[in-house]
C-alpha cells in the first residue's frame, strides 16, 4: 500500500500539470487567433472594360462595380476581419487608373512599404480593405496572388485549384502568397 501512495501522488500531479497545460494552451489560442465570429465575407468580382480584379467586404462596393462597371460576381473569396483582431495585419489595396479614372488594376498586399512605393508611383490608396493572418495560424489558408503582365492584371485567391488553374494558363505567373485568411465553407472561390 505504501508503494502505491508515490505512485498515485504522482499520477494525480501529473495529470493536473496535463490540464493546466491544456487550459494554457487554449488560453494562447484564445489570445492568438481572432474569433472566426467576427470575420466577413471577402466578395469576388472580375470584369469592366479592363477585365479587373475586385474584392471587398463590403455589399455596397461589390453592388456598385457590378451595376456601374459591368463586373460579374464571383463570390466569397475568403472570410477576412473588418476590425484588428489578435495576430492580424491590414490587408491593403492600392489602384491604378487611366486617364478617364478608371482602375486599371487593384494590389492588395499587407506590406505598407510595398503600398508606400506604388502610392509614390502615382497609385491610388484605397486604405485598409481588411485584416487577415501574416503566417498560417488558427485554421487559415493561403491567399494566393498571380499576375498577368500582358493584361496589367492580379487575381487573388483562396482555392488552391483555382491558383494552379491560373498558374498552368498562358501569361499567369505566381506573386506568392498576400497572407492568410479563413475559408469559407465549403470551398472558396475567386
Same mark, same amino acid.
Given at each position: 500500500?505504501?508503494?502505491?501512495?508515490?505512485?498515485?501522488?504522482?499520477? +494525480?500531479?501529473?495529470?493536473?500539470?496535463?490540464?493546466?497545460?491544456?487550459?494554457?494552451?487554449?488560453?494562447?489560442?484564445?489570445?492568438?487567433?481572432?474569433?472566426?465570429?467576427?470575420?466577413?465575407?471577402?466578395?469576388?468580382?472580375?470584369?469592366?472594360?479592363?477585365? /479587373?480584379?475586385?474584392?471587398?467586404?463590403?455589399?455596397?462596393?461589390?453592388?456598385?462595380?457590378?451595376?456601374?462597371?459591368?463586373?460579374?460576381?464571383?463570390?466569397?473569396?475568403?472570410?477576412?476581419?473588418?476590425?484588428?483582431?489578435?495576430?492580424?495585419?491590414?490587408?491593403?489595396?492600392?489602384?491604378?487608373? +487611366?486617364?478617364?479614372?478608371?482602375?486599371? /488594376?487593384?494590389?492588395?498586399?499587407?506590406?505598407?512599404?510595398?503600398?508606400?512605393?506604388?502610392?509614390?508611383?502615382?497609385?491610388?490608396?484605397?486604405?485598409?480593405?481588411?485584416?487577415?493572418?501574416?503566417?498560417?495560424?488558427?485554421?487559415?489558408?493561403?491567399?494566393?496572388?498571380?499576375?498577368?503582365?500582358?493584361?496589367?492584371?492580379?487575381?487573388?485567391?483562396?482555392?488552391?485549384?483555382?491558383?494552379?488553374?491560373?498558374?498552368?494558363?498562358?501569361?499567369?505567373?505566381?506573386?506568392?502568397?498576400?497572407?492568410?485568411?479563413?475559408? /469559407?465553407?465549403?470551398?472558396?472561390?475567386?
Amino acid at each position: 500500500m505504501r508503494s502505491m501512495f508515490p505512485l498515485l501522488f504522482v499520477s +494525480i500531479l501529473l495529470w493536473s500539470i496535463s490540464s493546466k497545460a491544456s487550459g494554457v494552451m487554449q488560453n494562447l489560442q484564445a489570445r492568438t487567433c481572432g474569433n472566426a465570429n467576427d470575420s466577413v465575407p471577402l466578395f469576388a468580382t472580375n470584369g469592366g472594360p479592363l477585365q /479587373d480584379f475586385f474584392a471587398s467586404t463590403s455589399t455596397v462596393a461589390i453592388a456598385s462595380v457590378i451595376e456601374h462597371q459591368g463586373f460579374t460576381f464571383l463570390g466569397v473569396s475568403a472570410r477576412v476581419f473588418t476590425t484588428q483582431e489578435p495576430s492580424t495585419t491590414p490587408l491593403y489595396l492600392v489602384y491604378s487608373v +487611366i486617364s478617364n479614372g478608371d482602375a486599371t /488594376d487593384h494590389f492588395y498586399t499587407t506590406s505598407a512599404s510595398d503600398r508606400a512605393l506604388l502610392i509614390e508611383s502615382g497609385w491610388i490608396d484605397a486604405g485598409v480593405q481588411a485584416y487577415i493572418y501574416p503566417t498560417q495560424i488558427c485554421g487559415s489558408v493561403p491567399y494566393y496572388v498571380v499576375y498577368n503582365s500582358a493584361q496589367t492584371e492580379h487575381f487573388y485567391t483562396a482555392n488552391q485549384t483555382q491558383y494552379q488553374n491560373f498558374l498552368a494558363t498562358a501569361g499567369w505567373a505566381d506573386q506568392g502568397i498576400v497572407g492568410y485568411v479563413l475559408p /469559407d465553407p465549403p470551398n472558396c472561390i475567386g
